[in-house]
């Protein structure tokens, strides 16, 4: 089974200032993470996924993400927030690399605030 | 990238009747899609698999008779909430597969039952 733990169910950074959202997975099988955002009343949009070919994933609109199998950790980063960035923030974990296989489990989401 | 669109994005229906909310791949086909609920400042949970030609997955404890899925086509999933409940009120999400590459999502229905 897999499972997604996502630490801080709110987070508020400062425009300007470093963003992280931390994620936490566990997965009987090497494991395929995604980190997803979503606008109020939208559906998800992908930022970024991890699918072994490299442990440090960059995605769009600045993000980025390291997978630390030691850790069991794929916490996502950017080095400056933009207002733009307020959002709800989830981090997905699959056993297949699109996410389609079985569908993807979730976490239970961060809030960002970015205060100006 | 490839679009999914869900269809109404709200609406607001009675107790005891039936809603159906509509799921299309705009510019692919999608063999598979999934359907997930959102409660408020929740998670998404995954409700069922809809593959098409075939009857849907459900997941555990979700009432296949309630939440009717018909995935007639490769472009078109179907939800049917039938007679709803106020505790039905949520955001319902689905997702359709592009080949095994990635999950395209669609904006989501916000059904609100009273």
């Known amino acids: 089974a897999q499972s997604v733990t996502q630490l801080g169910s709110h987070v508020s950074v400062s425009e300007g200032a470093l963003v992280l959202l931390r994620c936490n997975y566990s997965s009987s099988v090497p494991p395929y993470l995604f980190w997803y955002v979503q606008y109020p009343n939208q559906g998800l949009q992908l930022l970024l996924k991890y699918t072994s070919a490299a442990t440090l994933v960059k995605g769009i609109n600045g993000f980025e993400a390291e997978f630390k199998k030691s850790e069991t950790s794929f916490h996502l980063t950017k080095p400056s927030a933009h207002m733009s960035d307020a959002a709800e923030y989830f981090c997905a974990v699959s056993e297949d690399s699109g996410g389609g296989a079985d569908g993807l489990t979730f976490g239970k989401g961060t809030h960002l605030i970015i205060q100006p | 990238g490839a679009v999914v669109s869900q269809h109404p994005s709200w609406v607001i229906c009675k107790s005891g009747t039936s809603v159906k909310i509509e799921c299309r791949s705009l510019?692919?086909?999608?063999?598979?899609m999934f359907w997930y609920r959102q409660f408020p400042k929740q998670s998404l949970m995954l409700m069922a698999t809809s593959n098409e030609g075939s009857k849907a997955t459900y997941e555990q404890g979700v009432e296949k008779d309630k939440f009717l899925i018909n995935h007639a086509s490769l472009t078109l999933s179907t939800l049917t909430v039938t007679s709803a409940h106020p505790e039905d009120s949520s955001f319902y999400i689905c997702?359709?597969?592009?080949?095994?590459?990635?999950?395209?999502f669609g904006q989501g229905t916000r059904l609100t039952v009273v």
């Open positions: 997702s359709a597969i592009l080949g095994h590459t990635e999950a395209f």
């Open positions: 510019d692919f086909q999608a063999t598979t």
